[in-house]
């Protein structure tokens, strides 16, 4: 995993400088090496840069650093990701007549364009993020995997296209790029992230995941060529056995494949279902422990140490504990905005950075569980819209919502985030209820807070919520799920996260093949009478221990409803409510000092509110942002 930054068109005043500065921006990504490149284009008129930084993990050589490029100069590269079957593209190369120089996956792919151009995508299984420059067509090649695991923004400006894994890389080049959006602040208050292509920057946007973008004579075309499966095309009459042995071998195949590094490596464990089965798979495939990493809190109540402890004892890791306070949010926050390039989304953020930081000292590389909640549907929410669907279906509209919301607010894992969705679960509209869940609040809540501000932007009508046409209740938020919510915020997370702290996340319940199986599979494969994920519990039975088989999902739950009110209250209110708050210009002062004083007061629970509106604040002020023009 690295760091890509650059730029193709008109010539810039002080190239080197500009090129350094995206460098110096992501060193945190790729410690190990660092590679620039400038080329004129067009006898001097135009200019490539392509910037990289090296986490070395494959082929740890010199000469594997990149920008790489062919023998005769057609082909340049700079790559951040990696290309897990890299070993058999190698060799099946080879058998086509190309001759390699070096060990490493980089090296596969830009010869993998040489030999099938754009069609090598179906062919790749990994997580990347590249720009390629080919002299011959004149082309620059700008690509995201199938899942958007691996960041890449662009910035289009007069004649020219930046381009960087992070925003800070290139607000470093074009600090003139730091102009709010308003309909950003708009979706993230909707939302608690922004659902791509959109940033909170006016000038700055999100290549979208499973496509590639192409430069020819200053001009941009983006072409989509994955896009997870619609959940419509069934595999019904699959017996049990069958899907059980093949999702097992699916799964065991892609941790195995995850597993190819030339650097130490080890994993993310919680406890959970999800972590312990990924450390379970990768105890076949090691002759040594497995390294592990969890994360705790003083606040037992919240911590998931014990249950970790009591997988990593089951497989013998070497495992390793991590105890988080308040103070470490308070010290941290700021620098985690500035590595997401927006708002910290979920709390939860913290633990996956100090786990992050602490296990780079030790390995390069971990394997998480991100992914499995959704494509088997993990969380309370899929079986809260799949009982709600039902219910909509037979109880009359105009009884809806008296019914409804107690029920919602009675099933299992039910706490104070399913109040918005139990408010609106009788609506019959998709959008709304999908806003009601992801939300801090209501869009009335939200316009309230705006104020005037409410009515100056718009809301998206083309979310991807609306391309799916499959009639389950539980494959709509399923395909919502992995085309916003996992690549515009989770594997966002996931990825800023880690790379602060200079370390590789690898998902094995994000392997193409696997999802691919998993979304022609029957909806009580995934929601079971009594659980859910069901076909991972049943393979998993007898593998990992009882208690991570049939614990209650919980998560990397912060306590920061107690911090609040407690260790952060006078940081929340010197953010929130003080004559030097960014927001306060253009937020209801009236609403943000009653959000602050109910929460104190526990007159209410506004938890996820507080930490949106925090985190929004703590964006301006690392970003030096006024508020919206």
């Known amino acids: 995993m690295c760091g890509i930054a650059g730029w193709i068109g008109r010539r810039v005043e002080k190239p080197q400088d500009r090129a350094a500065g995206m460098s110096n921006a992501l060193q945190h990504r790729g410690p190990d090496a660092e590679g620039i490149e400038l080329l004129d284009l067009n006898t001097g008129e135009d200019q490539l840069a392509l910037v990289h930084r090296r986490l070395a993990i494959i082929d740890l050589n010199a000469d594997s650093n990149q920008p790489m490029q062919t023998e005769d100069g057609r082909l340049r590269i700079i790559f951040n990701g990696e290309i897990y079957n890299y070993i058999e593209l190698r060799e099946e190369l080879i058998g086509l007549g190309h001759r390699f120089r070096t060990r490493s996956d980089t090296e596969v792919l830009l010869r993998a364009y040489d030999q099938w151009r754009l069609a090598m995508f179906d062919r790749l299984s990994g997580m990347f993020a590249f720009a390629l420059w080919d002299a011959q067509r004149r082309e620059l090649i700008l690509a995201r995997d199938p899942f958007g695991k691996k960041p890449l923004y662009l910035m289009q400006g007069r004649d020219l296209l930046s381009f960087a894994s992070e925003i800070s890389a290139l607000l470093s080049a074009q600090p003139d790029g730091q102009q709010l959006d308003l309909d950003g602040v708009r979706e993230y208050l909707t939302w608690r992230y922004v659902p791509g292509p959109r940033t909170l920057f006016k000038q700055i946007r999100k290549l979208n995941p499973g496509s590639y973008a192409v430069w020819s004579q200053g001009e941009v075309t983006e072409t989509r060529y994955y896009a997870p499966p619609d959940q419509t095309d069934l595999t019904a009459d699959i017996d049990p056995g069958t899907a059980k042995r093949r999702f097992l071998e699916l799964l065991d195949c892609s941790v195995e494949i995850r597993m190819r590094s030339d650097a130490p490596f080890g994993a993310f464990l919680s406890g959970g279902l999800d972590s312990s089965a990924i450390v379970a798979l990768m105890t076949r495939h090691s002759d040594n422990p497995i390294r592990t990493f969890s994360v705790g809190f003083s606040e037992q109540a919240y911590s998931e140490l014990p249950f970790a402890r009591r997988v990593a004892d089951h497989f013998k890791t070497d495992h390793c504990e991590i105890v988080i306070q ?152 399923l395909f919502f799920d992995q085309t916003s919510w996992l690549p515009d915020n989770l594997l966002e997370r996931g990825d800023r996260m880690m790379m602060a702290g200079s370390i590789e996340g690898r998902m094995p319940f994000l392997d193409r093949d696997l999802v691919s199986f998993v979304s022609q599979l029957p909806d009580h494969y995934r929601l079971g009478l009594l659980g859910s994920k069901q076909i991972l519990r049943d393979c998993m039975a007898g593998m990992v221990p009882d208690e991570a088989l049939n614990r209650p999902k919980i998560g990397f739950k912060v306590p920061v409803a107690e911090w609040f009110r407690g260790p952060m209250s006078d940081y929340v209110r010197d953010h929130l409510c003080s004559s030097h708050s960014v927001i306060r210009s253009y937020l209801s002062a009236k609403k943000l000092d009653q959000i602050v004083r109910e929460h104190a007061e526990r007159a209410a629970d506004h938890e996820k509110l507080i930490w949106a509106l925090l985190n929004l604040e703590i964006f301006h002020r690392e970003f030096a942002l006024g508020p919206p023009q």
């Open 326 to 477: 308040a103070d470490d949010l308070m010290n941290h926050l700021p620098k985690m905005v500035r590595h997401r390039g927006a708002p910290v989304s979920q709390s939860t953020d913290i633990p996956i950075y100090l786990m992050s930081v602490r296990a780079s000292r030790d390995v390069k590389m971990v394997l998480t569980g991100e992914g499995a909640d959704e494509i088997l549907g993990g969380y309370p929410k899929h079986r809260a819209e799949s009982l709600a669907g039902v219910y909509r279906s037979l109880v009359p509209a105009s009884l809806h919502n008296n019914l409804l919301a107690p029920l919602m607010r009675a099933l299992p894992g039910a706490s104070a985030k399913f109040d918005i969705f139990a408010r609106s679960a009788g609506e019959r509209d998709f959008a709304t209820r999908m806003i009601s869940w992801f939300g801090a609040m209501t869009a009335r809540e939200r316009d309230s807070l705006l104020g005037g501000l409410a009515t100056c932007g718009h809301d998206r009508n083309d979310f991807p919520f609306s391309s799916s046409v499959t009639e389950s209740h539980l494959r709509r938020v």
